[in-house]
């Protein structure tokens, strides 16, 4: 396949503002609703049978939004998903996303289980903390919230980036490393040493996009809203 | 399978006022995203080798709006879309959509082409002119339309409901029969005499919301965005 662009933190950034701009027209609701989509889907195919419940931890922007929709989705697929979000967000958009997930008969924790219920009772943990945006040092609660992702042996599937990642330079200050990462719209540069199950989901970017910023994205089949991008992946040498 | 429901006008206009109400507090935005995203999946699933164009021909209402998110997913599938919309809806998420559809290289035609042009170029037609809430008379300029539908030998693919067709009667003023109806979150009961391909989009009926309208709908597959409910599907009997 054509070598994956990976973008730096500014391009990233950029290309947000550019889609939910003037010039493109995204309402935050549409990109978030395909991403959380997206990740959801990609989770369905890399983890079809969890007997376990599947936690959702949702970072205070944008990144847990995506993990709000995704959480979902994942029960219209048939998992059994719970939530924490320590720092909700108060804007209209969160407010009516954690109204929808408990509709879904979805439960939010008042605080994150230990390890050792982790490992009991949970078969994926969702770590929608941080994305694109995160930088510089990790605060409370998410400081230990992170460590302790760092010691569990639940399978984490990281959003966009493996939270506390340097976004650039990846993982610089040696935090846990997830099984399954689900870029968005195009991964970020610090994903480029990644070496586990990696999709790209967040299938919008328009074509008139594509020229102006000279991005190229790898081919999608079908209607499918992800495609596998992994290192070891023999179905991408295309 | 469990005998699939079907609603009467009055339940479906319910259902949406009661989804997008103070409840459950979905955006119109997240919804028509899913919806039109449904639509492109299943024409990509029923027609995924499609040499000529798609033509989409979009209604001033939600039901049109559907058609735009549909052509734009439609586009980033490897369709070429045009688009027919004569009768444009003031709104901010209208202007939106059309915005959108541009940026993907999307034409707007000013006139519907003659059934000879058709025929020649277009392998499809996207009907998404009236959905659930249609009632009463066709309004020009759609009146010319439907009627010239029904003269096309080009295939139709009709978005919750063949327009014109009385949503709980059916073909009562003996207008065109799609080769594809897809129906959006759960079928309408003058769709339950139709005899051709037929799928269910629109996968995002909270829970509660089944539990509290006692509501039944076919069982989807994995991360599948669609199901087959054509009555001659051996698929669904499960």
């Known amino acids: 396949m054509k070598s994956i662009k990976y973008l730096t933190q500014h391009e990233a950034i950029v290309m947000d503002q550019l889609l939910m701009g003037d010039k493109y027209k995204f309402p935050t609701e549409s990109l978030m609703e395909l991403a959380g989509l997206s990740v959801a889907s990609i989770i369905q195919k890399v983890y079809p049978n969890i007997s ?3 936690l959702t931890i949702c970072g205070p ?29 108060d804007k209209k958009l969160y407010h009516d996303l954690v109204c929808q997930c408990k509709h879904e008969d979805i439960k939010f924790l008042g605080e994150l289980p230990d390890n050792s219920l982790l490992s009991k009772e949970y078969g994926l943990i969702v770590d929608s903390i941080f994305g694109y945006s995160f930088k510089g040092d990790i605060r409370a609660p998410f400081d230990k919230i992170i460590e302790q992702l760092s010691k569990t042996d639940v399978p984490i599937a990281s959003v966009d980036m493996p939270s506390g990642w340097d976004v650039e330079a990846g993982n610089i200050k040696n935090l846990f490393t997830p099984a399954l990462l689900i870029s968005l719209a195009a991964p970020k540069k610090g994903a480029e040493s990644f070496e586990g199950i990696h999709y790209l989901g967040g299938r919008f970017l328009p074509k008139e996009f594509l020229r102006e910023t000279n991005l190229t994205i790898p081919k999608y089949n079908g209607c499918d809203q992800f495609v596998n991008i992994s290192k070891n992946n023999n179905n991408n040498k295309n």
Do not use: C, M, W
């Open 52 to 54: 376990k419940k599947v």
């Open 61 to 89: 922007g944008n990144n847990g939004g995506d993990g709000l929709v995704a959480s979902r989705h994942l029960v219209q697929f048939g998992y059994d998903v719970e939530i924490f979000y320590p720092k909700k967000t």
